[in-house]
């Protein structure tokens, strides 16, 4: 395959730049849109120059695309995956990547079935400082993560753990190569329904520590990651995407001195990082960097710890037990 036909389903504040990107990636070939809102889904394909589609059998049908970036609100994912993946349709869906994860367990069997490419939308796991500690991280004994910012009514489906949360859960999963052994959260709902605070520890079985505290309420926008390991200290910035190593050595006549350190490294887009993983690895037919799997992983993470912020009040979820 040497151009993947892409498609997106979804285009409001963040499929469009999904679409946007796809149109500049080398390999990639955007075949439509979709949306269910006509001014806005007409609005952004003239702007991209491809064609426009409010119904989603009508573009799988007429365009017949290799893969589909899925960006429509959670609680629509599990339903348009199916029906593209049953088209034989690669798949990148947007986290959580299910509202459930009976779901995720059943588009893996789909994926595998059919041979298909199933990526979660992770978009941290790009930013290049996280790939650039990703080298540098071998024993993580505590993580703390603060993913702060003002109000913003653009997300009211779910709370800060499945919007926010499940980012550094995500990432912290990875960094910690270790089975979790207890979890623990709090949350208050203060501007909507859903949590709009929320603060959560991970104990890991090898005896690491995570913290993780996230806000939709807070007038400072915070987004860092801080890594204690024996030797030394990692402090990543999401947004400026620079990375600060904390560290002493022996110095002569002066004793243990700190070391402050500031890795050089390029930095990029973390969303045309992913989409370009995601077109390479449906040209190739390999794993990508963030699979279902881990998709799956975080949901149940984060649904474990839902429960212990509102109870076991969760509506129809039946999420299987970590």
């Known amino acids: 395959m040497n151009t993947v036909r892409v498609g997106v ?37 003239e702007n991209l120059g491809v064609r ?9 049908d007429e365009t017949k695309p290799d893969a589909l970036s899925i960006v429509v609100p959670t609680v629509k994912h599990f339903e ?23 779901e995720a367990e059943e588009l893996l069997h789909m994926a595998s079935d059919r041979n298909l490419v199933l990526q979660v939308g992770h978009i941290e796991r790009f930013n290049s400082a996280v790939q650039q500690i990703r080298e540098m991280v071998s024993d993580p004994i505590f993580i703390q993560s603060r993913r702060m910012g003002p109000f913003s009514s653009r997300i009211a489906d779910v709370g800060v753990v499945l919007d926010l949360m499940i980012h550094d859960v995500d990432i912290i999963l990875s960094l910690v190569r270790s089975e979790i052994a207890d979890i623990s959260a709090m949350g208050r709902c203060v501007r909507t329904d859903h949590e709009d605070i929320a603060s959560a520890q991970i104990q890991f079985a090898n005896g690491a520590i995570a ?10 926008r915070v987004r860092t990651l801080e890594i204690t390991e024996p030797e030394r200290y990692l402090m990543v910035n999401y947004e400026t995407q620079d990375v600060t190593l904390h560290h002493c050595v022996q110095s002569p006549g002066r004793g243990m001195v700190e070391v402050v350190e500031h890795p050089v490294f390029p ?28 998709g799956k992983r975080a949901l149940e993470v984060c649904v474990a710890m839902l429960r212990q912020i509102h109870g076991d009040g969760l509506g129809s979820d039946k999420t299987a037990a970590i």
């Open 211 to 220: 913290h993780i505290l996230v806000s939709r309420v807070t007038e400072k």
């Open 9 to 45: 389903v979804g285009v409001g504040h963040l499929g469009v730049h999904h679409a946007r990107v796809y149109t500049e990636i080398l390999g990639a070939n955007l075949v439509g849109v979709v949306d269910i809102d006509e001014d806005r889904v007409h609005d952004v394909a």
């Open 52 to 60: 426009a589609y409010t119904d989603l059998d009508k573009f799988l």
């Open 267 to 294: 930095k990029r887009e973390p969303l045309k990082l992913e989409l370009q993983d995601f077109v390479r690895c449906v040209r190739e037919g390999v794993e990508p960097l963030v699979s279902l799997r881990d």
């Open 80 to 102: 348009v995956a199916r029906k593209a993946m049953e088209r034989g349709v690669n798949l990148l869906i947007e986290k959580p990547v299910t509202a459930v994860t009976e």
